[in-house]
């Protein structure tokens, strides 16, 4: 079992960037692949980027392309989330997800796919 916990959230001007990290619990943080999701009022929580165990395989959602940047440094048991160049449209609860991954390259895009959540962290850009 993992417990995962971000920070970073905050306000920000659109045009800003904000760093979030999601520290893991347990000395097996390396054998899951996480993600970060986001949810804005009103609507579904959405993938925003998945990473895959060893760090080397990353997805993202078309709309954070060329934005945020997500790694991970196992040794620290953390998942990082930078966003540049931050709108208006990213405001949402942020939140980092872990599952139990069979390859070091595998991702999971589906909200489903993950068993651990963390509690989330409210990023808010102003315009």
């Known amino acids: 079992q993992v417990q995962l916990v971000e920070s970073g959230g905050g306000l920000v001007q659109a045009g800003g960037s904000l760093r979030l990290s999601c520290a893991a619990s347990?000395?097996?943080?390396?054998?899951?692949?996480m993600a970060w999701f986001r949810q804005a009022p009103g609507k579904e929580r959405e993938l925003v980027v998945a990473?895959?165990?060893?760090?080397?395989?990353?997805y993202y959602a078309d709309s954070v392309k060329g934005r945020f940047t997500s790694s991970r440094d196992n040794a620290k048991n953390t998942v990082y989330l930078q966003m540049n160049s931050l709108k208006p449209e990213d405001t949402a609860v942020y939140y980092c997800?872990?599952?139990?991954?069979?390859?070091?390259?595998?991702?999971?895009?589906?909200?489903?796919?993950?068993?651990?959540w963390g509690q989330g962290t409210q990023v808010t850009v102003s315009s």
């Open positions: 990473i895959s165990r060893s760090g080397f395989t990353t």
């Open positions: 997800a872990a599952k139990l991954a069979s390859g070091s390259l595998i991702i999971y895009r589906d909200y489903g796919d993950y068993d651990y």
């Open positions: 347990g000395r097996t943080f390396s054998s899951y692949a």
